[in-house]
């Protein structure tokens, strides 16, 4: 991944002239200059070819927009150095390149010869290995293996080979994450044991409400996705023990071009998608880029239909010599005909659990449920003195969703032995939320006691506004009515006359926090990052649980959390890390009486090993943690005397380990392999969230046939132990595997065939709440130009 970023002039007066380095093409240390790395880079443009060589070389590119545009390079193949390698890239362009501080500088032969200053517009691009980059875990530019927690990332190659198109797929497939779709348009994800409650984008975020995701992101948006796992209080203000799933957004890049998608599979499914690019200004210092997104198709499951689309816009420049401006914009528009709410009941009152074919629906061929989100964004970075940098962000989010549902259910619990004991439950209803962030935040290095620690400074400010409708109908003759067996068809249940929406319930949050995070270098391989939040959190207004009915002021809430870690380099190679995390959460969710619960506190504790193999391929991770929440909030089995769901305080105690091994065994060869084993106890000791596998392998596999140039194969394959419902309900250990194959037609043309399911395995996806039975196997075909 690579973004278009300013350069001080510091920078630029530091390199003044450079005279020594006319007489050749490249020059630069020896200690960077020497090393040997393994190339794979096509003909074509040198812009592309320039930023997949400073990736691959783990350097910075620095170079004016105009010196590549419209030239080419013929590529660079084998094991060089990184002087080889760039003389062959550089072959005819008319440019040379001087690498100081491990950025790639590049100006004209015209300008070095005649003994000139390097001069570089003050416009800049950065072009660092993103796998090997984060930033969600502290808020701190660190690399993966110097952060102390455990962070899986997929990027956009992978998701695309491997056709993870939607969110919950994509994170399905990551090392420590479960995705419970306990409805055909709601999940919830879950990690460590714990509902993760905070979905990030480019490293800011809201809570998802109560948890739940409505709805699914495309993944042509973004660059990659990131899971970090373990106490995120130090990034959201608030927080537990799951962690942080953050989406890193396409930007703008430094030539035109864009990528065509179209894929048709299985069940009449048919996609297109866009990717373009164009730079706006000669002298490249404006950019703009355009996603957008649409499928649609029917379902394994009965009556069910999906279609949805995207628009995604962004657009960057360059502010004076040090600022750069990006502002952008999304929208997606969802629409799912005959969902499920509330989806399956498989306990039977004998004991027994049914079992209906993959097809089987809960809803009525009648109900819906249509979503829209609309996200807009701006923010300004600066680059002061001393490259320190100063960032602010505005962030404005409205979410609308209409629907008309059918919730079928079992007042005992189960069904008759004959398959029939449900009854009907009607419901329309309108929902907005409408959410604004700002955040500015300052970061840098500085020094103190003869070494040099990094510093980041920063305080942000969100709203949250809810208003909730429900449109009445004729209970006494639509409500509660009994249901044929099971399984029955989509109109055997009379639609109601629904009136107009009605106001039900409304809610206000306001979250002010004040951050800090800071990486000391105590030694030459001691380090530490400590950090603290301190937060106000004022609320009002009724729970978004139960039945809306329940109106309540909620004390403001000022809380300081710490968090602290320590770092040590075994070697060049190896790290073993410690941290701890307090743990402070609000929660939505009401008791018996309609009171919401208290907070939720307690402590997270991790510690682990990283290390790099084969020249840096290649992360492996092993990590052990153990998490206290009490007080948290656990789904009761039963409803209160007003029929609406309610939750009791349990103190709960999650442990485990989890292992990645991550990256590239060979030229050819990628590999992602992770475990986790997760342990999690009650107040009394004993097991509880059964619906929460115990243990999980996650694996993804590609590789380049040497025998066939051109050819693409790989699998994904994801195992998970039993698990079980709070009713009763079982799914045995399981196994499911994809695969995919690919094929170069030539340098911009690319077939892909996608087979999920390979094995046709029969399982339910989630027993969170009910059941909703897994797609059995489907195949999908993908043509990819590139332009």
């Known amino acids: 991944m690579f973004k278009r970023t300013a350069i001080s002039a510091l920078m630029v007066t530091a390199l003044g002239v450079v005279p020594a380095y006319a007489a050749q093409n490249v020059a630069g240390p020896e200690s960077v200059m020497s090393v040997a790395y393994q190339y794979d880079i096509p003909s074509g443009s040198l812009s592309n070819a320039l930023l997949n060589f400073a990736s691959a070389s783990g350097l910075s590119l620095a170079a004016d927009a105009s010196l590549t545009l419209g030239k080419q390079s013929a590529g660079v193949q084998g094991e060089l150095t990184v002087e080889q390698a760039l003389q062959r890239l550089l072959a005819d362009s008319g440019l040379r390149a001087l690498i100081q501080d491990s950025v790639i500088f590049l100006s004209s032969d015209s300008a070095l010869s005649n003994n000139e200053p390097l001069q570089l517009d003050a416009l800049a691009v950065t072009a660092k290995r993103s796998s090997r980059v984060s930033k969600g875990a502290t808020g701190l530019a660190l690399e993966i293996k110097d952060t102390p927690q455990s962070i899986t990332t997929i990027e956009q190659q992978t998701l695309a080979d491997n056709g ?185 009152e004998d004991g027994s659990q049914a079992e209906f074919d993959r097809s089987t629906s809960s809803a009525m061929n009648w109900a819906y449920y249509d979503t829209k989100t609309q996200d807009a964004f701006i923010e300004y970075s600066h680059l002061l003195d001393n490259d320190w940098e100063v960032k602010g962000t505005y962030t404005y989010r409205e979410y609308e969703g209409d629907s008309k549902l059918f919730y079928a259910y079992s007042p005992s619990g189960a069904l008759n032995s004959d398959y029939t004991g449900l009854v009907g439950w009607p419901y329309s209803g309108f929902t907005k939320l409408e959410n604004n962030l700002f955040d500015i935040n300052l970061s840098g290095d500085f ?99 139960g039945g809306g009915t329940t109106t309540t002021s909620y004390p403001d809430t000022e809380e300081v959390s710490p968090y602290v870690s320590f770092l040590y380099d075994l070697s060049d190679d190896v790290v073993a890390y410690v941290s701890y995390s307090d743990i402070y959460q609000n929660q939505d969710q009401t008791d018996y009486d309609g009171r919401y619960l208290d907070p939720v506190k307690g402590v997270n504790y991790e510690a682990g090993v990283k290390t790099e193999w084969f020249d840096k391929r290649v992360l492996a991770t092993f990590s052990v943690f153990t998490a206290e929440q009490d007080g948290l909030a656990t789904q009761a089995e039963n409803l209160n005397a007003d029929g609406d769901r309610y939750y009791v305080p349990k103190d709960v105690t999650s442990k485990g380990f989890e292992m990645e091994v991550s990256g590239y065994l060979t030229d050819r060869t990628r590999l992602s392999l992770g475990l986790t084993h997760l342990n999690l106890e009650g107040p009394d000791g004993k097991d509880i969230y059964k619906w929460t596998p115990r243990d999980s392998v996650k694996l993804m596999l590609d590789t380049r046939l040497a025998s066939v140039p051109g050819l693409k194969v790989g699998v994904n394959t994801r195992w998970q132990s039993k698990v079980e419902s709070t009713s009763g309900m079982k799914q045995d250990a399981y196994m499911l595997t994809n695969a995919f194959a690919s094929y170069d037609i030539n340098d911009a043309a690319s077939v892909r065939l996608n087979i999920d399911n390979l094995f046709d395995k029969k399982y339910i996806q989630s027993l969170y709440s009910s059941a909703i039975y897994g797609a059995p196997r489907t195949a999908k075909v993908t043509f990819d130009y590139h332009f």
């Open 164 to 348: 993870l198109t939607s969110s919950n797929d994509a994170l399905s497939f990551m090392t420590g994450v479960n995705v419970d779709q306990y409805e055909t348009n709601r999940a919830r994800y879950n990690s460590r044991g714990f509902g993760i409650q905070l979905t990030q984008v480019d490293g800011l975020g809201m809570t998802n409400d109560w948890g739940t995701v409505i709805g699914q992101k495309d993944t042509f948006l973004f660059e990659k996705i990131e899971a970090i796992r373990g106490a995120n209080g130090l990034l959201t203000g608030v927080g537990n023990a799951s962690g942080t799933i953050n989406f890193v957004r396409k930007r703008p890049t430094n030539e035109d071009a864009g990528q065509v998608s179209l894929t048709a599979g299985s069940h009449d499914q048919v996609r297109g998608a866009v990717d373009y690019n164009k730079v706006l200004t000669e002298d490249g210092r404006w950019a703009a880029r355009v996603v957008a997104v649409a499928e649609q198709s029917d379902s394994y499951i009965r009556d069910l239909e999906d279609q949805h689309e995207s628009l995604y816009v962004v657009v960057d420049g360059q502010v004076g010599d040090n600022g750069i401006l990006t502002f952008g914009m999304n929208y997606r528009n969802a629409e799912q005909d005959a969902p499920m709410w509330g989806a399956l009941t498989l306990n039977v």
């Open 447 to 545: 020094e103190a006691f003869g070494r040099e620690h990094s510093l980041l400074l920063g305080v942000s400010h969100s709203t949250q506004d809810s208003k909730r409708y429900e449109r009445p109908y004729d209970t006494a003759n639509y409500q509660f009515l009994p249901l044929p067996a099971m399984p029955y068809d989509g109109d055997d249940y009379p639609e109601p006359i629904f009136g107009a929406k009605q106001l039900s319930g409304t809610g206000e949050q306001l979250l002010t926090r004040l951050y800090l995070a800071s990486k000391l270098e105590l030694s030459d391989q001691l380090h530490s990052i400590v950090g603290m939040n301190a937060i106000k959190l004022q609320r009002e207004g009724d729970s978004i649980f």
